[in-house]
């Protein structure tokens, strides 16, 4: 384990976290309305008296800076306050919701990366053929389609139409399974939202693929390979294919972020329980603590996510080597 | 350029051009609030020619939605974008010309900005300051701009160092004058490259909000008709369909005209 790389990563990683820490600070002090007002919106009863105490309770009647000292402290201590909406400390209520994201997140990086190394692969190696056209063509139309969408296009189709996969959640609910069978039903569930947040944001992959390997075969090495007499097959994917593999890998951790947040309306359209779908809740109930954690908490995963690609990246690509961030390598 | 490349830049400008223009003249073509009711509900399109796109579950017409719709995608989606894209060449001059500590300064908030799921931002700022036209645009403006503040920060560290620049210094002007007036004409090419992803993220970002709820409640959109047709998803799924092609299209066409503007720029550029 690179040891003084990971190191390294982490103490980047804190100057970001501060600064989404004190900027979600500061958009929960430009709300209109506070928590207790929510509150009381949301239960329905309760007077002025009663407001005023709940803000004693909650600490909004001191001043700024005694507001961000406490809302620092309690971060400090992982304490993200008390969700409105589900009554619950907000760190349980994402916990709870979290794995369904990553797992979503987690299939559709992987499915959108290795369909964008395949398809890009083969558009640029068949630079100007049919094969090139067809997937580029798909993929820049791919690319303009939102999300939420496409996703109810799958709906319509395999859900509606041909019957073939469920509508929405991520389990037959009372059909009490166990084993191989639980783990089937729960891909059946999640092969449209999966596959609708993969075909959402494959476009860009291909681009790189295709672009890396069209550089790549006219790079002095495959000249090289080629002079050689090397079978094309070994030329195509440890000449052209391995070396475009880097820029692609590199997107994945950049695009965490977009990915995340394209779960949102996916998450919102296949009734899935997780993150995203939490944060559409959190916004129509305007539960503002609970809003507050889950972009903490995103963006958490999305740093997580991005030094997990660069320790990647560093097995890739044996150039990089101690200190050097994979971001940084390439513009 | 190549041929393929030139005919898709045509086909998307003359998308975006019919676009724009049944954005413009969407009063004269489909008079009236496109939130009326003024049809049976739940027509069929192709059905009923003054409604050649059927109507809803209220009856209200789906044609004069769409091109209601496209004046507002279109706006804020524009709109969001040169905001977003102001934001960026300001952050990426005032960092790639300081350097030092305001550089670093810069560069982290532009770095934690980014790290931010874009997505749920914009979510946040939209929840946060009310959902209506303007707000969306800010919301997405300040959860969209690091990317170019990225490239012009890049751009403008290559051209400071430039010779005019230095001539420019010696003959004393002020700092910030050679910043703006004389670095940044230098570093703005390549983010002409940008204008294309960016305006067509901003429309998507604005359909999705939309498709969410948060969107002006008084103004027809694509992602708000695209909502309302959730719930008749099983017996009328044109009105999820015909919107959704909409928006694809409006994508499309921006950043098919945005990639073949810039290849136009970056070939007159070499040559």
Not at chain 1, 14 to 25: E, T
Not at chain 1, 112 to 127: D, E, K, M, Y
Not at chain 1, 132 to 144: K, P, Q, R
Not at chain 2, 216 to 239: C, E, F, H, K, Y
Request: hydrophobic share 55%.
């Amino acid at each position: 384990m690179p040891w003084r790389f990971l190191g390294r990563r982490l103490q980047q990683a804190v100057p970001v976290l501060l600064i989404v820490a004190v900027g979600v600070f500061f958009l929960l002090e430009i709300a209109e309305g506070d928590a207790v007002d929510a509150y009381l919106a949301a239960t329905g009863a309760g007077d002025a008296g009663l407001a005023a105490q709940l803000r004693e309770q909650y600490g909004l009647t001191d001043t700024l800076a005694t507001r961000f000292l406490t809302y620092a402290t309690r971060l400090a201590t992982l304490d993200l306050g008390h969700s409105v909406a589900f009554d619950r400390p907000v760190l349980e209520v994402i916990a709870t919701r979290l794995p369904v994201t990553l797992m979503l997140m987690g299939s559709a990086i992987l499915v959108s990366g290795a369909l964008g190394v395949i398809l890009g692969g083969l558009a640029g190696w068949r630079r100007g053929g049919p094969a090139d056209l067809t997937i580029t063509v798909t993929a820049l139309i791919l690319n303009a389609m939102p999300g939420f969408w496409l996703g109810l296009l799958a709906i319509i189709l395999f859900a509606v139409k041909l019957r073939w996969l469920p509508l929405g959640g991520i389990g037959s609910i009372g059909a009490d399974l166990s084993g191989l069978a639980a783990v089937l039903d729960t891909v059946r569930h999640l092969l449209l939202p999966v596959g609708t947040l993969a075909l959402t944001y494959l476009a860009l992959y291909v681009r790189l693929m295709r672009a890396a390997m069209i550089e790549a075969a006219d790079s002095g090495w495959t000249l090289a390979a080629r002079a050689r007499g090397l079978p094309e097959r070994g030329i195509v994917l440890r000449h052209m294919a391995r070396p475009a593999l880097l820029p692609v890998v590199t997107m994945l951790g950049l695009q965490a972020g977009a990915m995340l947040g394209g779960s949102v309306v996916i998450e919102t359209v296949f009734a899935i329980p997780g993150l995203g779908r939490l944060s559409f809740e959190a916004v129509t109930q305007r539960d503002l603590p609970l809003l507050a954690g889950i972009l903490l908490a995103g963006t958490l995963v999305v740093v997580v996510v991005n030094i997990l690609i660069d320790l990647l990246y560093r097995r890739l690509d044996p150039r990089v080597g101690d200190g050097v961030r994979a971001t940084e390598r390439r513009p | 350029m190549t041929g393929l490349m030139r005919a898709t830049g045509v086909v998307g400008a003359a998308i975006l051009l019919a676009l724009l223009a049944l954005a413009l003249a969407a009063d004269q073509i489909a008079p009236g609030d496109p939130l009326r009711m003024v049809g049976r509900p739940l027509l069929a399109p192709f059905a009923d020619a003054r409604f050649p796109l059927g109507t809803d579950q209220l009856g209200r017409d789906i044609w004069a939605g769409l091109v209601h719709g496209a004046r507002v995608s279109l706006t804020v989606g524009a709109v969001a974008a040169a905001a977003a894209i102001c934001v960026g060449i300001l952050v990426g001059t005032l960092a790639g010309f300081l350097g030092g500590l305001a550089d670093d300064v810069l560069m982290r908030v532009t770095e934690a900005v980014q790290t931010i799921p874009t997505f749920l931002l914009a979510l946040a700022l939209v929840s946060v300051l009310g959902a209506s036209a303007v707000n969306v645009v800010i919301a997405i403006a300040l959860s969209s701009w690091p990317p170019t503040a990225r490239l012009v920060r890049a751009e403008v560290l290559r051209v400071r160092t430039l010779d005019y620049v230095d001539a420019a210094r010696v003959a004393g002007r002020a700092p910030l004058a050679i910043a703006f007036l004389e670095v940044l004409p230098g570093a703005l090419q390549p983010v002409v490259a940008l204008i294309g992803i960016t305006v067509g993220e901003a429309i998507l970002v604005e359909s999705a909000l939309a498709f969410l709820g948060l969107s002006d409640p008084n103004l027809q959109s694509w992602g708000a008709m695209i909502a309302n047709g959730r719930a008749t998803l099983r017996v009328a799924p044109w009105l999820v369909i015909l919107p959704g092609i909409a928006i694809a299209l409006a994508v499309l066409s921006v950043s098919l005209t945005g990639d073949s503007l810039a290849a136009r720029l970056g070939a007159r550029r070499r040559a």
